[in-house]
Nanobody, 120 residues
Framework: QVQLVESGGGLVQPGGSLRLSCAASGSIFSIYRMGWYRQAQGEQRELVATITSSSSTSYADSVKGRFTISRDNTKNTIYLRMNSLKPDDTAVYYC??????????????WGQGTQVTVSS
């Protein structure tokens, strides 16, 4: 009922930048929070950044000052601008969306993930 399409991952050198995008579509009435999580190989999935419908943001300490999350409510799309990338940022990045369906039921949806590799 809700589809998330992520894009923008890839291979980048340390110190480089990438921008991830996540577009939500389907039987969505409203979205109150979207965010990015990541999972490195052999590690647990962790929160990177979230943004609410009122554009309130939160970040993991490890990315503060380097990553910026933003949102286009007209397109149900969020972005993650990642600067000064480090090898430790290497992971699969997942988009998560929470909201309400047109049936009035709450939903939580995850994207398929996009690989970010930081290496020289």
């Amino acid at each position: 009922q809700v589809q998330l399409v992520e894009s923008g991952g890839g291979l980048v050198q340390p110190g480089g930048s990438l921008r991830l995008s996540c577009a939500a579509s389907g039987s969505i009435f409203s979205i109150y929070r979207m965010g990015w999580y990541r999972q490195a190989q052999g590690e647990q999935r962790e929160l990177v950044a979230t943004i609410t419908s009122s554009s309130s943001t939160s970040y993991a300490d490890s990315v503060k000052g380097r990553f910026t999350i933003s949102r286009d409510n007209t397109k149900n799309t969020i972005y993650l601008r990642m600067n000064s990338l480090k090898p430790d940022d290497t992971a699969v990045y997942y988009c998560k969306t929470e909201g309400v369906l047109t049936t009035s039921s709450p939903f939580t949806a995850w994207g398929q993930g996009t690989q970010v590799t930081v290496s020289s």
